[in-house]
């Protein structure tokens, strides 16, 4: 989802939802990733591994691929009232 907002293709608001507010904030008011933004190439996100650490928590990686490069991605989640909400993203 995240990527489809950088990349023009979702609306912002649509991940509200799914973050934390300090993460939110900073996905919709940050720079996005040049890679994502520009080229006419597909994103494509590869096999995505997940580990529990702890109950409620999972943490999450994956790699993206546009125009021939490949960039991570890794994220955490945790469960907060009843869902699953991001608590912190990197996208290199």
């Given at each position: ?58 943490e ?33």
């Amino acid at each position: 989802m995240t990527l489809e907002a950088f990349s023009g293709r979702r609306p912002f608001a649509q991940l509200q939802a799914a973050y934390t507010l300090p993460v939110f904030t900073a996905v919709s008011r940050g720079r996005r990733p040049a890679w994502c933004v520009e080229g006419t190439g597909p994103l494509l996100v590869g096999a995505v591994r997940v580990a529990e650490p702890v109950e409620g928590v999972a943490e999450v990686c994956a790699v993206a691929r546009r125009n021939g490069r490949a960039h991570a991605v890794a994220a955490r989640l945790e469960a907060l009232d009843g869902r699953w909400r991001c608590t912190a993203l990197q996208i290199g």
